[in-house]
């Protein structure tokens, strides 16, 4: 009788203390799983700061440049955009829409050439790299600035030639550019470009940004915008950056 009250009160030791590891096990689980989530936080946390760090610093990289803006207009903005793209200098290049009387307007109601707006291509610079005197070399040499409304088969005011200056010293730069232009030998019948304050500056929809890059198959790419942009980097070489994305 002794022994079976023995063996009783050992089993019910034995249960509570595999009842104390198996409560004690959970507890040490949900403490582990704690300090892991606890970690994973605090490194998602640290990620965050590096990140936002590094935007950071990125800007006040760029802002230290001190990057100045050109707009110009000079038919479809994607040959623009592909041009300037691949000039040393030049940090960045955004197709948009200019100097129309429509409100955020869309690419298909600029097409209509019924909202006043040019396609244009706003190209931030670096002055200390290359100057706005040399950007609108570039823009004469790469469309037909005598053409009114008007570049090839692209015909409409949302076309024309136009150059939307940011500041008095552009309006100033681009007059005396064209005059000069006008007087050589490089365009046989007069130029027709018109020169604008910037007014009604619009980003164009975010598939038309790097468009020649993004779509270098597409025949409107392959059959215009190549070529041109082929001809330039040969005739400009000296203005290329040192590796260009085409």
Not at 27 to 32: A, D, F, N, P, S
Request: proline residues 4%.
């Amino acid at each position: 009788m002794e022994l079976v009250c023995y063996l009783k009160l050992t089993e019910t030791k034995v249960k509570g203390f595999f009842v104390e590891i198996q409560v004690r096990s959970q507890r040490y689980v949900t403490h582990l799983q704690n300090t892991v989530l606890n970690i994973m936080n605090k490194i998602l946390l640290i990620t965050g700061l590096l990140i936002s760090l590094s935007t950071n610093l990125l800007f006040a990289q760029t802002m230290d440049k001190n990057l100045e803006k050109a707009t110009f207009g000079a038919g479809c903005f994607w040959c623009v955009e592909a041009i300037y793209e691949i000039v040393e200098g030049v940090e960045h290049v955004e197709a948009g829409y200019s100097g129309g009387h429509v409100e955020n307007p869309s690419y298909r109601e600029v097409t209509t050439g019924r909202t006043g707006h040019a396609e244009v291509a706003r190209i931030h610079f670096d002055p200390e790299v290359i100057s706005y005197e040399e950007l609108l070399e570039v823009l004469w040499h790469t469309h037909n600035p005598t053409t009114l409304n008007r570049q090839g088969n692209d015909v409409g005011p949302q076309y024309r030639s136009v150059i939307f200056y940011h500041n008095e010293e552009q309006k100033e730069i681009a007059e005396k550019s064209l005059k000069k232009t006008d007087e050589s030998d490089l365009w046989e019948d007069p130029i027709v470009t018109e020169i604008q304050p910037l007014e009604n500056y619009f980003v164009a929809e975010n598939y038309h940004q790097n468009y020649f890059e993004n779509n270098p198959n597409a025949g409107y790419c392959s059959i215009v915008i190549a070529p041109k942009v082929a001809k330039f980097k040969k005739e400009f070489d000296y203005l290329l950056k040192e590796n260009p994305k085409f």
